[in-house]
T-cell receptor, first 116, second 111 residues
């Protein structure tokens, strides 16, 4: 159990367009999901905490108007990169907790975004 | 906020040898410390975790130790195998689920 999926696995888009990435918990309900960004050969950087039914909490330095997060249901959170530019190219990974009382996070397979 | 430092950044060992990766954290309120293994282009996989009320935890060839006083924790892999080659990340959490990751250690196990 505890499977998290992401879609798409990779996307290439033109500069100025918007891209939506979906994160789903397949076999459990996740009231909280997290979005990370990872550069090549680098660590995971937490971007924001996504709470079902409420606004996301963004980490310092992350533009909330650029990275729109929606957590409309207990199994789905979406990250939309608006007006993407080449510097937004990265590996985006989501994770989910099984429940509020647990610490363990399960990660999605990641989405490779390339902005031309 | 919390800061996690991880060393070494790269580690090369011979098959069968042990590997040790160390992390330090800054916030004494942190109480959960997971370790993740990430292969190239793949998702991080939880390999072991420890909570602040425990000093050591072992799972077959993998063990984690925690020293709360010194605010550091370590991953120990014994009898390493080539399939252990990957990038390993430590992380710390104060609860609420938010994980702060270390910089990662690229482990190479040579046959």
């Amino acid at each position: 159990g505890a499977v998290v999926s992401q879609h798409p696995s990779r996307v290439i888009c033109k500069s100025g367009t918007s891209v939506k990435i979906e994160c789903r918990s397949l076999d459990f309900q996740a009231t909280t999901m997290f979005w990370y960004r990872q550069f090549p050969k680098k660590s995971l950087m937490l971007m924001a905490t996504s709470n079902e039914g409420s606004k996301a909490t963004y980490e310092q330095g992350v533009e909330k108007d650029k990275f729109l997060i929606n957590h409309a249901s207990l199994t789905l959170s979406t990250l939309t990169v608006t007006s993407a530019h080449p510097e937004d190219s990265s590996f985006y990974i989501c994770s989910a907790r099984r429940g509020e009382g647990t610490d363990t996070q399960y990660f999605g397979p990641g989405t490779r975004l390339t902005v031309l | 906020g919390e800061n996690v430092e991880q060393h070494p950044s790269t580690l090369s060992v011979q098959e069968g040898d042990s590997a040790v990766i160390k992390c330090t954290y800054s916030d004494s309120a942190s109480n959960y410390f997971p370790w993740y293994k990430q292969e190239l282009g793949k998702r991080p996989q939880l390999i072991i975790d420890i909570r602040s009320n425990v000093g050591e935890k072992k799972d077959q060839r993998i063990a984690v130790t925690l020293n709360k006083t010194a605010k550091h924790f370590s991953l120990h892999i014994t009898e390493t195998q080539p399939e252990d080659s990957a990038v390993y990340f430590c992380a710390a959490s104060m609860g609420g689920g938010k994980l702060i990751f270390g910089q990662g250690t690229e482990l190479s196990v040579k046959p």
